[in-house]
C-alpha cells in the first residue's frame, strides 16, 4: 500500500512541535526526528533494528480513566498500540490499533499534536527469530464514547485505570506509562 510522503514532513513537524512544548523531552524527540529523517523505511517493520509505532493514552468519557492493556507479548499493562506497517500518518495508526486492541469504533482524537515520545526496545523473541529492536512510539491524547471493550488477541486484560490504580497495577505498568498518566490533565 502506498502513502503520500508528506505524511512524513508533517511528522518531522509534529515532532518539532512536540520539542519546543517539552524541552525536557528534547532528547528523546531529536532522536525520533533523526530516524525518520535518515531511515527511508522507518515506518515498516521489516526495518529489523527498530521501526515507527503508533499508540495513545485513551480516556473514557469523563476523562477521568484511562484504557491500558496487559500486553501478551510483554507480560506489562501499556497503552493500546502498534506497529506502522508502512503507514506514515502516525495518527491514524495510532487511532486504528486503539480499535483493533479495545473493541471501541468510537474513539476521537483530541488533537492531532503528539501527546508523547518514547523510544524503548522489544526484546528478543528466539522462537520466532524476532530480534530485540527499538520501537520509536509516537502517542497521542484520545477519548471513548464508551467504556465498552472487547479483549482482542494481542491481549490477555483490558483495565479503565484512575492515576491512583496506576501504583497497584500487578503485574506493574510500564515506565513510560507512569510518565503518560503524569501529562494526565
Not at 515532532?15 to 527511508?40: G, M, N, Q
Request: charged share 25%; net charge negative; proline share 6%.
Amino acid at each position: 500500500m502506498e502513502f503520500p510522503q508528506d505524511h512524513r514532513s508533517m511528522l518531522c513537524q509534529q515532532i518539532a512541535t512536540y520539542i519546543d512544548s517539552h524541552p525536557e523531552r528534547k532528547e528523546t524527540a531529536e532522536k525520533l526526528l533523526h530516524f525518520v529523517l535518515d531511515t527511508p523505511d522507518c515506518f515498516e517493520r521489516s526495518h529489523a533494528a527498530g521501526h515507527i509505532t503508533g499508540s495513545v493514552w485513551m480516556l473514557n468519557p469523563e476523562g477521568n480513566k484511562a484504557l491500558l492493556t496487559l500486553h501478551r507479548k510483554l507480560k506489562l499493562w501499556v497503552q493500546p498500540g502498534g506497529h506502522a506497517d508502512g503507514d506514515p500518518d502516525v495518527l491514524r495508526v495510532a487511532l486504528r490499533e486503539a480499535r483493533e486492541e479495545s473493541g471501541i469504533d468510537a474513539i476521537r482524537a483530541l488533537s492531532p499534536e503528539i501527546y508523547d515520545i518514547d523510544i524503548h526496545t522489544i526484546p528478543a523473541r528466539p522462537a520466532t527469530g524476532e530480534p530485540e529492536h527499538l520501537h520509536y512510539d509516537v502517542r497521542y491524547l484520545v477519548q471513548a464514547e464508551h467504556e465498552q471493550f472487547a479483549i482482542s488477541d494481542e491481549s490477555d486484560a483490558l483495565a479503565w485505570v484512575t492515576a491512583e490504580d496506576l501504583q497497584h497495577l500487578t503485574p506493574a505498568a510500564d515506565e513510560a506509562v507512569l510518565r503518560l498518566a503524569a501529562l494526565w490533565p
